[in-house]
C-alpha cells in the first residue's frame, strides 16, 4: 500500500533506497542508485558502491568506471 500523498513514481524509488540501505548500502549510494530507477546502468568510480550494488543486483546495475 502507498502512503497517502507519495505517487507510485516516489514510492517505488524510496522504498528500493530503504531497503539497499538496510541491507548494507551506504545511504547517499541507495538515493542515487534508486533515483536512476530506469536508467540502463549507473557508472561511479565508488569501487564499495559497485561492488555492493552487484551483491545486491540492484536495477540499474552499477558498473565501476575505472578498469
Do not use: C, E, N
Not at 531497503?19 to 540502463?40: E, L, P, Q, T, V
Request: aromatic share 10%; glycine share 6%.
Amino acid at each position: 500500500m502507498i502512503p497517502k500523498g507519495l505517487t507510485p513514481q516516489v514510492f517505488i524509488p524510496a522504498s528500493l533506497q530503504v531497503s539497499w540501505y538496510k541491507s548494507g548500502m551506504d545511504f547517499g549510494d541507495a538515493m542515487i542508485a534508486a533515483s536512476s530507477h530506469g536508467a540502463a546502468r549507473i557508472a561511479t568510480f565508488d569501487r564499495d558502491f559497485s561492488r555492493i550494488a552487484r551483491k545486491l543486483r540492484t536495477a540499474p546495475p552499477v558498473q565501476f568506471a575505472v578498469k
